[in-house]
């Protein structure tokens, strides 16, 4: 069996190192790891849209936003197909096949759907395409037989969804479509990053986000700014490092390396957290060398993306012939779905 990469980004604003170290750092190393035989990279406007169908503008908006942040980050068109969700319209057929297949209560149960409906206020008002994304999502792993997804710890329970639904339609029609399995992102502290105001989740909706484009002086302000620990008041006070944004922020990105050139003071990140732990290193000091840490990566990524806008035509042709590559490997995997199904009635005339 071939190994197939299915991944991808809702474009409802720029990408933030949430999403860097949750996913997309991963995407680029695999997809230079030579050990995949295709890799698709799906700008999921489809899916945005379910709560921004009042607002298509922005989410055209942010296809070029999205689009820049990949490549600025290495993804490559020539080793990676980077396409647009909705102009493969095989995924919305495939998806209303796919809702036969899975129940109200299911969906409702998602733990992450469940979370983002209150996030956004959809108790007493929640629109049918929002709730049944996790359908569409299945649509978008099958229709080009992924068999790995890297993503956040946050999209367990939607590839867990996925892997149900695929059971269920193999089950009923024979063997057919490929289950999916997930790649986590390898170091702990990338899983779920929090927000730079110490909420439990960096979100573009909640705007406690580090974005990959933001200025070295936007960069600098946020993470002086940043949420600590509210019981370390004195430079002599212990702290807490496990709850801290920016020590887990640390250990998302810093390397001993780092400390060699910024801080060479200590020899590691856990030499630093035993010095806050036991007391006698103040907020500032460690605020200042995490900015360090984040100037020099964040540096590299910034400089590319700004080149890369300046020619947002050649952007767009990338997307064309990536979007028109992928409609291709989804009219075939959707042809074999109906032929399984036996609703392919006119199939012998083509």
């Known amino acids: 069996m071939k190994k197939i990469i299915l991944t991808g980004d809702r474009p409802s604003g720029k990408l933030h190192i949430g999403h860097y170290v949750g996913s997309l750092k991963r995407r680029v190393e695999l997809q230079n790891s030579g050990e995949f035989d295709k890799i698709y990279i799906m700008i999921a406007d489809a899916q945005a849209l379910t709560d921004n169908f009042d607002n298509p503008e922005k989410v055209r908006a942010n296809i070029t936003e999205v689009a820049l942040d990949y490549l600025a980050c290495g993804i490559d068109p020539n080793k990676s197909t980077v396409f647009v969700q909705s102009h493969v319209a095989e995924l919305t057929e495939l998806t209303f096949y796919y809702m036969n297949l899975v129940t109200l209560a299911r969906l409702e ?5 469940k979370a983002e409906i209150k996030q956004k206020n959809y108790e007493l008002s929640l629109p049918m395409g929002f709730l049944t994304y996790p359908v569409s999502q299945t649509a978008d792993i099958t229709a080009f037989k992924a068999t790995t997804v890297p993503v956040g710890e946050d999209q367990l329970p939607m590839l867990e969804q996925a892997r149900e639904i695929v059971r269920s339609f193999n089950n009923l029609y024979g063997e057919t479509l490929v289950e999916p399995k997930a790649v986590l992102p390898e170091n702990k502290s990338c899983l779920r990053l929090p927000g730079t105001d110490g909420m439990a989740k960096m979100s573009k909706s909640l705007g406690n986000c580090i974005y990959l484009s933001d200025s070295a002086d936007e ?7 940043m949420y600590t620990d509210p019981n370390h008041l004195k430079v002599t006070d212990p702290g807490d ?5 920016t020590f887990i922020y ?18 590691s990140l856990a ?16 605020k200042k060398f995490l900015n360090a840490v984040m100037q020099e990566t964040l540096e590299p990524i910034r400089t590319k993306r700004e080149e890369l806008a300046k020619d947002i035509p050649a952007i767009w042709d990338m997307l064309y012939q990536g979007s028109e590559a992928a409609r291709a490997v989804a009219a075939q995997t959707l042809s074999e779905v109906k032929k399984s199904m036996r609703i392919d009635y006119f199939a012998e005339r083509k």
Do not use: C, W
Request: proline residues 6%.
């Open 271 to 286: 030499e630093m957290k035993a010095h806050y732990e036991r007391g006698g290193l103040g907020d500032m000091k460690v």
């Open 241 to 245: 490092t496990e709850h801290n944004p």
């Open 250 to 267: 640390l250990d998302a990105f810093a390397t001993d390396d780092h400390f060699a050139r910024y801080l060479p003071e200590y020899q």
């Open 219 to 225: 960069i600098k302000r946020k993470v002086m700014s």
């Open 109 to 113: 149960r998602n733990p992450t759907v």
